[in-house]
């Protein structure tokens, strides 16, 4: 049994689209005769059609004037409604010609966190666009990927978590490597961080693990100083301060700054380290060897063209450290 569709009210008490588009030249141009020559019509199909409109909202839209016309109040009203909607429609027609002119275009939807993505993808998308021109890449930041906005289904996560949620795949990518940073300049100044022993006593740039829960685990200073048989416990009453921030970035621009020793994680960092901005004031460091990093991706994706030419790419930028 079909169930008959109720009656749109809305759509049933829709004026003429042809009306309101004569209605539109008229009070444009305030001239029957340019509104005609614009639409290509006669004076009189634009006459006739703003009389159905003004016979269908029960009011006169022009006052007549010899051959000029003016707008009533009830037509100044609906030409700044009925002008907006034409003009939108215009657009959207416009853009989906243009879309249709285009060569199809595949567009990736990646979740990473913001450190990532300012300190790793941000150096790195050039080369990825200049290759793959074709390709149009959504990017979503996130240091809770447990709880992405609904409806939101990236078509890749890089995260540290093999698994997320059903429907994903995972391709192990790298262990984490941890090591002090800071500028050559704040070395220069401050010859004692090339030690352990002093370099705890100094000015610190820790990162907290507010905010951070569903990132994977948490190395700060004292979890990297206690892996090397060190404790903060141990700084004098009168060393310099520990600033403590749950934003990496803001940490990574700080000691860009010379305001003192940060952690800093490898393939975040290396860029930074290569263009000699950043220096490893001691060779000491950590490598997480029982955890990864991860490219989750969903497994509609796998034969897909664009993720697979995306996936060789990312892939790619981890040669040394790639494990599977």
């Given at each position: 049994?079909?169930?008959?569709?109720?009656p749109d009210q809305t759509l049933i008490r829709?004026?003429?689209?042809?009306?309101?588009?004569?209605?539109?030249?008229?009070?444009?141009?305030?001239?029957?005769?340019?509104?005609?020559?614009?639409?290509?019509?006669?004076?009189?199909?634009?006459?006739?059609?703003?009389?159905?409109?003004?016979?269908?909202?029960?009011?006169?839209?022009?006052?007549?004037?010899?051959?000029?016309?003016?707008?009533?109040?009830?037509?100044?009203?609906?030409?700044?409604?009925?002008?907006?909607?034409?003009?939108?429609?215009?657009?959207?027609?416009?853009?989906?010609?243009?879309?249709?002119?285009?060569?199809?275009?595949?567009?990736?939807?990646?979740?990473?966190?913001?450190?990532?993505?300012?300190?790793?993808?941000?150096?790195?998308?050039?080369?990825?666009?200049?290759?793959?021109?074709?390709?149009?890449?959504?990017?979503?930041?996130?240091?809770?990927?447990?709880?992405?906005?609904?409806?939101?289904?990236?078509?890749?996560?890089?995260?540290?978590?093999?698994?997320?949620?059903?429907?994903?795949?995972?391709?192990?990518?790298?262990?984490?490597?941890?090591?002090?940073?800071?500028?050559?300049?704040?070395?220069?100044?401050?010859?004692?961080?090339?030690?352990?022993?002093?370099?705890?006593?100094?000015?610190?740039?820790?990162?907290?693990?507010?905010?951070?829960?569903?990132?994977?685990?948490?190395?700060?200073?004292?979890?990297?100083?206690?892996?090397?048989?060190?404790?903060?416990?141990?700084?004098?009453?009168?060393?310099?301060?520990?600033?403590?921030?749950?934003?990496?970035?803001l940490l990574i621009e700080m000691v860009l700054?010379?305001?003192?020793?940060?952690?800093?994680?490898?393939?975040?960092?290396?860029?930074?380290?290569?263009?000699?901005?950043?220096?490893?004031?001691?060779?000491?460091?950590?490598?997480?060897?029982?955890?990864?990093?991860?490219?989750?991706?969903?497994?509609?994706?796998?034969?897909?063209?664009?993720?697979?030419?995306?996936?060789?790419?990312?892939?790619?930028?981890?040669?040394?450290?790639?494990?599977?």
């Amino acid at each position: 049994m079909t169930i008959p569709t109720a009656p749109d009210q809305t759509l049933i008490r829709m004026p003429s689209l042809r009306a309101v588009r004569s209605f539109v030249a008229a009070a444009k141009y305030l001239n029957f005769t340019r509104a005609a020559e614009s639409l290509c019509v006669t004076q009189a199909a634009i006459s006739r059609q703003i009389r159905e409109l003004e016979d269908h909202l029960g009011t006169p839209l022009f006052t007549r004037t010899g051959r000029s016309v003016e707008l009533t109040p009830a037509g100044s009203i609906f030409f700044d409604a009925a002008q907006l909607s034409f003009l939108n429609i215009a657009q959207a027609a416009d853009r989906i010609r243009r879309e249709q002119a285009r060569p199809a275009r595949r567009q990736l939807t990646v979740c990473c966190s913001p450190a990532f993505s300012a300190l790793w993808m941000a150096s790195r998308l050039p080369s990825f666009f200049s290759a793959n021109p074709d390709i149009d890449l959504n990017l979503v930041t996130t240091q809770n990927f447990l709880s992405l906005d609904p409806g939101l289904k990236p078509d890749l996560f890089i995260t540290k978590m093999s698994r997320l949620r059903e429907g994903y795949l995972s391709v192990a990518l790298f262990h984490d490597e941890i090591f002090p940073i800071c500028t050559p300049r704040y070395l220069r100044d401050h010859p004692e961080v090339a030690s352990l022993d002093t370099m705890r006593d100094g000015t610190l740039l820790n990162l907290t693990p507010y905010g951070r829960s569903q990132v994977a685990e948490h190395v700060d200073w004292s979890v990297w100083l206690s892996m090397h048989g060190m404790s903060l416990d141990q700084r004098p009453a009168d060393a310099p301060h520990v600033f403590n921030a749950n934003d990496y970035n803001l940490l990574i621009e700080m000691v860009l700054s010379d305001q003192g020793v940060a952690l800093g994680w490898g393939h975040l960092v290396e860029h930074l380290l290569r263009q000699g901005r950043l220096v490893r004031p001691v060779n000491e460091q950590i490598v997480l060897n029982d955890t990864h990093h991860y490219l989750l991706y969903r497994e509609e994706c796998e034969n897909d063209e664009a993720f697979e030419r995306f996936k060789r790419w990312f892939t790619a930028q981890f040669p040394e450290r790639q494990v599977a």
